[in-house]
Nanobody
Framework: QVQLVESGGGLVQAGGSLRLSCAASGRTFSSYAMGWFRQAPGKEREFVAAITRSSSTYYADSMKGRFTISRDNAKNTVYLQMNSLKPEDTAVYYC????????????????WGQGTQVTVSS
C-alpha cells in the first residue's frame, strides 16, 4: 500500500505557473509508474501525465508543451510543473501510483492522493 500526499495547488492568474508535488510513502517509490489526473467541477476525472520508473513520460494532448512531469526517487516525490495556465486548467489535481514500473494507461493507477485545488483566474 502506498500513501500519496499532494501539495502546491493554489490560485494563479492565466498565463502563470504552478508546481505540484506528490510525496509518496509505504512502498518502494522507484519501482512503479506515477501519474497526475485532474477533475473539474461537473466533469469526469481526466488523465494529465504519467512517468515510468525509468522516467519515460506521457501526456494528454492538451497538456503537451505546457506541463512537465518529473520524479525524484531520492525524495520519493513526483512533480507536475504547469506553465501557461489557462482558466480551463482549473480543477482538483490528483496524484496516482501504479503497481507496475511502466505506463499501461489510466486504468493502471490504483492508489490516489486526496487532491490539491488549482484555480486559474482570467
Amino acid at each position: 500500500q502506498v500513501q500519496l500526499v499532494e501539495s502546491g495547488g493554489g490560485l494563479v492568474q492565466a498565463g502563470g505557473s504552478l508546481r505540484l508535488s506528490c510525496a509518496a510513502s509505504g512502498r518502494t517509490f522507484s519501482s512503479y509508474a506515477m501519474g497526475w489526473f485532474r477533475q473539474a467541477p461537473g466533469k469526469e476525472r481526466e488523465f494529465v501525465a504519467a512517468i515510468t520508473r525509468s522516467s519515460s513520460t506521457y501526456y494528454a494532448d492538451s497538456m503537451k508543451g505546457r506541463f512537465t512531469i518529473s520524479r525524484d526517487n531520492a525524495k520519493n516525490t513526483v512533480y507536475l510543473q504547469m506553465n501557461s495556465l489557462k482558466p480551463e486548467d482549473t480543477a482538483v489535481y490528483y496524484c496516482a501510483a501504479d503497481t507496475l514500473p511502466y505506463y499501461r494507461g489510466p486504468q493502471g493507477f490504483g492508489s490516489w492522493g486526496q487532491g490539491t485545488q488549482v484555480t486559474v483566474s482570467s
